[in-house]
């Protein structure tokens, strides 16, 4: 947003008439890690544009070559790279680890955003951006942890579940929690309705989420998100 001029000066002698950045909007920087087709990323994408989350997308990255989210990074002209993961299945090798924190130092980023990364981050990753990774999961934490939560959800029978942003710590799906919305589970919900819905809650909360540690409105002490916390709806 600007509201105002600053006169640069420019090689030659002559000055150039420019904005005045009153609001730095554009400045809290977000790198965006994913495996799979990329409708969080683009939610959040589409948020940073409309200017409900005041920041920017500076990065995208896969460990899938050819992942839809990095079709839809460059569809929406955004930086996007795959990064070989290394020999494993379920996490970095130690080279492919320094080269995620590199490219993500490189392109200088205030949050680490996991938008259905399908690798466990510990150590140097954590320790190199520290508070600063943040992850989606498609339960209401603790409960349901792991793979495919809506199908243990439903398995188990629970009349209500959602999905949960919290920071990435040292374990699985237990960080600190940010904000959850939750989800309720219908008669005849199959597998892929249930899905469908809490995919839906997602590109609701983690907009909100995103936009609320933009601001700055989040804090954490003893372990727990204090004084703050983001409650999207369902609204169908
Ligand atoms: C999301 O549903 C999230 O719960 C999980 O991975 C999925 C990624 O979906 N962590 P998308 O790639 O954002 O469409």
């Known amino acids: 947003m600007s509201n105002g ?58 460990d899938v070559a050819g992942a839809g989210i990095l079709a839809r990074a460059a569809e929406m002209g955004l930086p996007n790279t795959h990064l070989a993961p290394g020999p494993y299945r379920t996490k970095l090798d130690e080279a492919a680890e320094a080269s995620y924190i590199a490219a993500l130092q490189v392109a200088r980023v205030d949050l680490v955003v996991l938008a259905g990364f399908m690798r466990i981050l510990k150590g140097a990753f954590l320790r190199a951006f520290p508070q600063r990774v943040i992850n989606i999961h498609p339960s209401l934490l603790p409960s349901f942890p792991g793979l495919e939560a809506w199908r243990q959800a439903l398995d188990r029978g629970v009349k209500v579940t ?17 904000g959850q919305e939750a989800v309720s589970v219908r008669d005849g919900d199959t597998v892929a309705t249930l899905h469908e819905r809490i995919q839906n809650a997602e590109r609701r909360l983690y907009p909100a989420v995103v936009a609320a540690l933009a601001q700055g409105r989040v804090r954490v002490e003893g372990g727990r998100v204090q004084g703050f916390s983001v409650q999207t709806q369902e609204t169908t």
Request: a positive charge; hydrophobic letters at 40%; glycine letters at 16%.
């Open 5 to 62: 001029f600053l006169l640069v000066y420019l090689a030659g002698g002559a000055y150039q008439k420019r904005p005045l950045q009153t609001t730095n909007t554009a400045s809290y920087r977000i790198g965006v890690l994913g495996s799979g087709k990329g409708s969080n990323f683009v939610a959040l994408a589409e948020a940073c544009r409309a200017g409900t989350i005041p920041g920017q997308i500076v990065f995208v990255g896969s």
């Open 162 to 178: 959602g999905c949960t942003v919290h920071f990435v710590d040292e374990g699985i799906d237990s960080g600190p929690i940010i």
